[in-house]
């Protein structure tokens, strides 16, 4: 089945303890993204990459890290996590027409 | 920039016809996309317009106007399963890069 994984799918966790959402996709995507949902403001682009090796911030990477070493999966690194990275985040692939996107299930990170 | 504006909130009647507004200020404008997405699920792609002109897909229409900056998403035989959130998200070029902006969404009911 194609899909888009993350894990974990929830996590609360503390100020300043670093973290790690994977991303996975089994469609041979180039294209990958990340982003964060928050209420009242919409889903708003953290990064994203092209393809193996090559990332670029979008609209919101402060306090966040990528990396993309493999075409299938793309982790968002959190170095050292604040109550405002408090948020729904997702992850997306890039469909083969090269427009439309996959998204995975959604993590739901909490930090205090 | 960008500035995407979406109604925040819309009801209907089932078996009726909603229409869906999208207004877009862009400077690189490669594309417009309409997702839906359900209470704490994924968003889900719906269409696509890159030029002017309607775009039928069953029950789901996107329209899109370039020299207006406008776009609707018409949705037929409404039924109980469309109520959801549609997010209107339009694809910016900057540099060598598609970078797409999501709106707040809009949330539809869809009421017996």
């Known amino acids: 089945e194609a899909q888009v994984t993350q894990n974990p799918r929830y996590l609360i966790t503390v100020t300043g303890k670093k973290l790690t959402v994977t991303c996975s996709q089994n469609m041979n995507h180039e294209y990958m993204s990340w982003y964060r949902q928050d209420p009242g403001l919409g889903l708003r682009q953290i990064y994203y990459s092209m393809n193996v090796e090559v990332t670029d911030k979008g609209d919101v990477p402060e306090g966040y890290k990528v990396s993309r070493k493999e075409k299938r999966n793309f982790p968002l690194i959190l170095e050292s996590p604040s109550p405002n990275q408090t948020s729904l985040y997702f992850c997306a692939s890039g469909g083969p027409r090269g427009y439309e996107q996959y998204f995975g299930p959604g993590t739901r990170l909490t930090v205090t | 920039g960008q500035n995407i504006d979406q109604p925040t909130e819309m009801t209907a009647t089932e078996g009726a016809i909603v229409q869906i507004n999208c207004t877009y200020q862009t400077s690189g404008f490669n594309g417009l996309f309409w997702y839906q997405q359900h209470a704490g699920e994924a968003p889900t792609f719906l269409s696509y ?35 959801a959130s549609y997010l209107c998200a339009v694809r910016d070029q900057r540099g060598g890069s598609y970078i797409p902006t999501f709106g707040r969404g809009t949330s539809l009911i869809v009421h017996p």
Do not use: A, T
């Open chain 2, 49 to 83: 317009n890159v030029l002017d002109g309607l775009e039928e897909k069953g029950r789901f229409s996107s329209f899109l106007s370039r020299s207006k900056g406008y776009s609707y998403l018409l949705l037929k035989e409404l039924q109980m399963k469309d109520s």
